[in-house]
Each structure stands twice: as C-alpha cells, then as structure tokens.
T-cell receptor, first 115, second 113 residues
Framework: NAGVTQTPKFQVLKTGQSMTLQCAQD?????MYWYRQDPGMGLRLIYY???????DKGEVPNGYNVSRLNKREFSLRLESAAPSQTSVYFC??????????????FGPGTRLTVT | GNSVTQMEGPVTLSEEAFLTINCTYT??????LFWYVQYPGEGLQLLLK???ADDKGSNKGFEATYRKETTSFHLEKGSVQVSDSAVYFC????????????WGAGTKLIIKP
C-alpha cells in the first residue's frame, strides 16, 4: 500500500516549457487535490476532483490544467511555465462525502523550479 | 469568508519545554478543525482533529481543544523533543467551503537539544 505517489520529485524548467506532474493513489479514494506550497503562504488549492469524471478550480488555477484520468490518477499540467510557478506541488486524496469530512492524505511533493 | 490565522514562526524551544502554537479561525456554522504536520522533506500528515465544539483531539502527546467561544484551536504539548521539529499547519473544513480545507500559513517549530 503506497498511499499517494508523485512523480517526478524534482524538476527544473525553462520559461515557456511545458510539463505534467503525475499523481496516483491506491486507497480507492473518490477525491483528489493539487496544492502548491510557497514560503509563508501555507498551501493553496490549485484544482480538485471531487469524483472521477469531475474537476473544479481552486484558489489559484491560472496557468494550470488537470486531468482525472481514472479513479486512481490525477495529473497537473503546466502548458507554458513561468518563474512565478516555482513552488513545491503536493497531491492529496480523500474519501469525500457531502456532510462529513475525511482527512486528506498527501504525497511527498514535487519541487519545481522555473528559470 | 472562512480563514485561519496561526502564530508566526519560527518558534524555537529547548527540549522538554512546553509548547503552544496558537490558531484562531473565522467561519460560519460549525467547522471541523485540524492540525497537520510536515516533517522536513516530506508531505503533510494529519496530526489530530476535532469535529465539534469542546472536542479535544490528541495524538503523539499533542493536544488541541475546539473552543467555539474564542474561535480557537491551539496546539499544545507538555514536553517537546528534537524529533518534533517540523512545520505545523492549522486548517478548517466546513459546509461553506464545500468541505475543502482552508489552511493557515504554517508555523515552523525548531527544538534544540
């Protein structure tokens, strides 16, 4: 049982390059999330997927796209990277119910630098 | 809207000292409250939670009590260890936020031997 896995762990991009961050979970969770973490700002939600087949914007979606490939996998794409997207990116998953909150489980993160 | 405010860090303590990290929140209704911990180089993991007023969450010697009258959820530990050095995040979830987590900025804790 690996939990939430993310690839790659580290990435350096030049401005304008594109890349996809991969995330997979093996806990049969319905909901998945992408966050970015910047110093002194906590975590900010980029996109989330409440269930397979649905995606919704979070607090900071500009410059990103997502795909919920199946129940296990949720990818984040940067089409044209900018230095402002230098950050640590975390994927998380949870069981989701409309009236009760379940904890989110986090992956180890991807440290992205855009030069 | 909903928000979470944590005390700024870093907080530096000696081993075996008493720890308090303050967390206050703004929310309508009855949110659930959480403390997550992030050890160096790792993702976040749930430390403890409380889902209704006066509940006390506890784990690994840490405690926090959901105080609705003061809208607070302060994290405490009686005797910290070097291994407790990490970043601690307070968060809330409510129906108003569509059950998404609203995060505080995090408090870095440094424990010196």
């Amino acid at each position: 049982n690996a939990g939430v896995t993310q690839t790659p762990k580290f990435q350096v991009l030049k401005t304008g390059q594109s890349m996809t961050l991969q995330c997979a979970q093996d806990m049969n969770h319905n909901s998945m999330y992408w966050y970015r973490q910047d110093p002194g700002m906590g975590l900010r939600l980029i996109y989330y997927s409440a269930s397979e087949g649905t995606t919704d914007k979070g607090e900071v979606p500009n410059g990103y796209n997502v795909s919920r490939l199946n129940k296990r996998e949720f990818s984040l794409r940067l089409e044209s990277a900018a230095p402002s997207q230098t950050s640590v990116y975390f994927c998380a998953s949870s069981v989701h119910r409309t009236s009760v909150f379940y904890e989110q489980y986090f992956g180890p993160g991807t440290r992205l630098t855009v030069t | 809207g909903n928000s979470v405010t944590q005390m700024e860090g870093p907080v530096t303590l000696s081993e075996e000292a008493f720890l308090t990290i303050n967390c206050t929140y703004t929310a309508t209704g009855y949110p659930s409250l959480f403390w997550y911990v992030q050890y160096p180089g790792e993702g976040l993991q749930l430390l403890l939670k409380a889902t209704k007023a006066d509940d006390k969450g506890s784990n690994k010697g840490f405690e926090a009590t959901y105080r609705k009258e003061t809208t607070s959820f302060h994290l405490e530990k009686g005797s910290v260890q070097v291994s407790d050095s990490a970043v601690y995040f307070c968060a809330l979830s409510s129906m108003d936020s569509n059950y998404q987590l609203i995060w505080g900025a995090g408090t870095k804790l440094i424990i010196k031997p």
